[in-house]
């Protein structure tokens, strides 16, 4: 059985679904993802845009400053304004999906956490997570699959 990765905003104006899993899960603890998410870290599957099929609706780009000075659009609900996904960079071809947006929010879970050193201390990680206090080296953690398909969208 597959599972279906399908999800949608609060409102239900926005359906979508991922025609694949992702390439990679993070979770990340860093400060600004705390602050846009008024939360204690965000969940971003990495994916390429053409595998997110739109079935209703469509978001909007909300951009916000980003601590590495390079553009961040959050792609939000016109209606509702649920985010949705990310665009970090201005890479149009890839989307960081927020997966607690998912009807199967166990479907996917972090592959990696990452700045660590600003989580949260009530926020415990289960045993053997990977973890790291600031970023890591994509060769070494990415499967190989993966590394492949980032490479066919950003060369
Ligand atoms: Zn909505
Ligand atoms: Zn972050």
Redesign the pocket.
């Known amino acids: 059985m597959t599972t279906r990765l399908e999800g949608g905003?609060?409102?239900?104006?926005?359906r979508y679904r991922l025609a694949s899993k992702p390439m990679f899960v993070h979770c990340c603890h860093c400060k600004d993802c705390q602050r846009q998410t008024g939360s204690a870290f965000v969940l971003n599957a990495i994916i390429e845009t053409d595998r997110i099929e739109l079935l209703k609706g469509k978001p909007k780009p909300v951009r916000v400053p980003a601590g590495s000075g390079r553009v961040h659009d959050i792609y939000r609900?016109a209606?509702?304004q649920?985010a949705l996904w990310s665009d970090y960079g201005g890479r149009p071809k890839l989307r960081f999906v927020r997966i607690g947006t998912l009807d199967n929010k166990r479907a996917l879970k972090p592959d990696v956490h990452i700045f660590t050193r600003s989580k949260l201390p009530w926020v415990g990680l289960p045993k053997g997570a990977r973890a790291f206090k600031v970023y890591y080296d994509m060769k070494k953690e990415w499967p190989a699959a993966s590394l492949k398909r980032r490479q066919a969208i950003l060369g």
Do not use: D, I, N
Not at 9 to 14: D, K, P, Q, S
């Open positions: 905003c609060a409102c239900g104006a926005v609900c209606k509702c649920t």
